[in-house]
């Protein structure tokens, strides 16, 4: 038995794993100023059902929650001399050209905490000016006794010659040993200075704080008599230990949405888009040969949401997806022009939607959801917490209805709609964008509110069929039980590709795969896969693509392989110019655990109709009888025509008029629209 555990914005989910699938769930909402608290409460009432439990998988947004909210380190930053304001300057790019108000999120470390430190090392690795050790020790001192707990460390060129980071390092340990030292070259060598400070930053911010919970979890598991330490999930949909998960923090910023994205991969076909709508946001990845596509270029604290450059810049590797501010606690408003908007801000799970009668005021997606008849208030978390739907209605005529000269139910229509189009409009560019047409790829939705909208997002985008996998409402701690343990290496050596010479490239991959190697093995992994990745460019061009690296003739495969995946991404090849290499790297990875996503035997099939009620259509005149069936019930094979509303315990799958629902052999709905 394992089991994963999801901390979102507005719920902790907890999904248990046997080897005959899906044996228990359970939503508890999250506790932001102690979120262990939660983990433990939910733990506890699943131990209860499930008995001992083998491992436990875990999942946070606490490192992203500490960057947006600055609860880190008081943190300063040693940079080559000259190059402190590196993290201010930035790459002085204007997100929005013609905005008199441009907003930049503040550097994590202020100016008079950045220092400008007597060395320099030139592109080749050569030490043009030796480090200024007396400088370093005399700093490192006076940052101690000044109350400093934090220092990162970030030279120019050290991803080619780390040597200066390293004795700045043995330096500051030896005059003041309570500081906590990040290393750029050590978080991330590669190429690129203001995201090699802006990440190394970052992780040393966060780093004492990360490391505190994920003790006090371990602390709270052996309570509950989980001896085994918890594997902790990676952003790139990879697992780590404690250990290393507490030492790269950084590394865990997006665990979250990866472990849905794994999910839909393992239950899917290979191309598919996979959509995850919580509470406070909603994520789409596209799935392309059977896995999440991954990024090394993602920010965190962005001032506008779609607006790439308003944030803080991470290089690390994470599932790429785009995140929109829309979720079932997104509040509703009518803003200064009197058009009606919807989110970024969320109500979380304090105090929540004006339905959970835990103080919250404004309406929101799950208000206008239940009002409209897709949610029962008496079966919202399997009858685990009972809805205000008068409350609801009277925040909807209040602030939305009336304003507008509308019918409460039509207010919740246009908050329901916009919703569902401006997640089209996200999914339709994210995968366009990565060379792929959403009209023709299946969408996999999942999250407390994904399969309540999920028929009507792919209508807008035009998508053939929509699929609510099984246990869909706790899908992403599900698919944390599917990663293996795994972690990135990378390289920065930019060259020619015909200036390479294949045995110095073999020498960098067989060092990081023998770091790789010798990381896992402390895991107890003995079985270790190395996935090869050049990162590749056009000479001229700004930035790269991600290349798979496979044996053969050289260089000849390795130019074959750039143009396949560049014609993939834009349709067309570059010009006739060289082709050069900027990064190298190394995935190394543990065997894959032998997991099942299915419900596993439960209630025996037969009447799975629980009843009807009235829910909203306007394709059917307005508020229509609505056959609502017992998920648990229904078994394969079984079709179920529109308008129908089939309800799990965590989540509820509307199948809106003109459209039918098959239930699959696994467990999983597909709905035709």
């Avoid at 901390?7 to 359970?26: K, N, S, Y």
């Avoid at 919202?380 to 409350?391: I, K, N, Q, W, Y």
């Avoid at 290349?547 to 570059?574: A, C, K, M, N, Q």
């Avoid at 009620?613 to 609505?626: E, H, I, L, Q, V």
Wanted: glycine share 10%; charged share 20%.
């Amino acid at each position: 038995m394992r089991i994963g555990v999801d901390i979102g914005g507005t719920f902790t989910d907890l999904c248990a794993v046997d080897a005959t699938g899906i044996v228990a769930v359970h939503k508890v909402l999250t506790t932001h100023d102690e979120p262990a608290r939660a983990v433990e409460e939910g733990l506890a009432t699943l131990l209860s059902d499930v008995g001992t439990v083998e491992q436990v998988v875990h999942g946070t947004t606490l490192v992203t929650n500490a960057l947006i909210e600055r609860k880190g380190a008081r943190t300063a930053l040693l940079a080559t001399a000259g190059f402190r304001d590196v993290l201010e300057m930035r790459r002085e790019h204007r997100y929005e050209l013609y905005d008199l108000h441009l907003e930049l999120p503040a550097p994590l470390v202020p100016r008079h905490l950045r220092f400008d430190v007597p060395e320099r090392i030139l592109a080749d690795g050569s030490v043009h000016t030796g480090l200024d050790e007396e400088y370093v020790a005399r700093l490192g001192r006076e940052l101690a006794d000044r109350g400093i707990e934090a220092v990162a460390v970030c030279f120019l060129h050290s991803f080619t010659n780390p040597a200066h980071e390293r004795r700045t390092a043995e330096i500051l340990a030896e005059v003041a040993p309570s500081l906590r030292v990040a290393l750029s070259s050590d978080v991330v060598p590669e190429i690129r200075e203001f995201e090699r400070a802006s990440t190394t930053v970052a992780n040393v911010y966060v780093q004492d704080l990360t490391e505190r919970y994920l003790r006090d979890l371990e602390l709270r598991l052996q309570r509950l008599g989980v001896t085994r330490a918890p594997h902790i999930m990676l952003s790139n949909g990879g697992l780590a230990t404690v250990d290393t998960a507490a030492r790269y923090p950084i590394r865990i910023l997006e665990s979250g949405p990866a472990g849905g994205a794994l999910a839909a991969a393992a239950i899917g076909p290979p191309d598919l888009l996979a959509f995850d709508m919580g509470g406070t946001t909603a994520k789409l990845c596209l799935i392309a040969g059977g896995e999440p596509l991954v990024t090394h270029q993602f920010e965190v604290d962005r001032k506008y949401r779609l607006l790439p450059g308003s944030g803080l810049p991470v290089r690390v590797p994470v599932t790429d997806m785009i995140e929109i501010g829309v979720g079932g606690g997104s509040i509703a408003r009518i803003d200064a022009m009197g058009l009606l908007t919807v989110g970024p801000d969320s109500a979380g799970s304090e105090p929540g939607p004006v339905c959970y009668g835990r103080g919250g005021t404004e309406p929101t997606v799950t208000d206008a959801d239940l009002v409209l008849g897709y949610l029962d208030p008496g079966y919202f978390l399997g009858g685990g917490m009972r809805l205000d739907a008068e409350a609801a209605k009277a925040a909807l005529h209040e602030k939305i209805a009336r304003p507008l000269g509308l019918s409460v139910e039509e207010a919740a229509w246009g908050i329901h709609t916009s919703v569902n189009e401006d997640m089209a409009n996200a999914a339709r560019v994210h995968a366009v964008e990565r060379g792929h047409d959403p009209a023709k790829l299946p969408m996999y939705t999942f999250g407390g509110a994904g399969p309540v909208h999920g028929a009507g997002v792919a209508r807008a985008l035009g998508a053939p069929s929509v699929v609510a996998p099984p246990a869909a409402g706790v899908l992403s701690a599900a698919g944390f039980l599917t990663a293996p343990l795994a972690f990135d290496f990378v390289r920065s050596a930019r060259a020619a590709v015909h200036d390479l010479e294949w045995a110095q490239v073999d020498a960098l991959f067989a060092e990081m795969e023998a770091e790789g190697a010798a990381l896992l093995a402390k895991s107890g992994v003995v079985e270790v896969t190395h996935r090869r990745i050049a990162e590749m460019r056009y000479a001229g061009q700004g930035y790269e693509i991600r290349v798979p690296v496979h044996g053969g003739s050289w260089p000849g495969t390795l130019i074959d392989e750039f143009t396949r995946t560049y014609r993939t991404l834009y349709r067309r090849t570059g010009p006739e110019v060289g082709v050069e290499v900027l990064n190298w790297r190394v995935v190394s990875s543990g065997p894959a655990p032998d997991v099942t996503l299915r419900l596993a035997a439960g209630a025996s099939p037969g009447d799975a109709r629980k009843g009807t009620r009235k829910a909203y259509f306007p394709s059917a005149g307005g508020f229509a009888d609505t056959a609502v069936f017992d998920r648990y019930r229904l078994a394969p094979g079984t079709r179920v025509d529109g308008p129908a509303i089939v309800e799990e315990r965590e989540s509820t799958v509307v199948i809106p008029p003109d459209a039918h629902c098959v239930v699959r052999s696994d467990g999983s709905l597909e709905v035709t629209v």
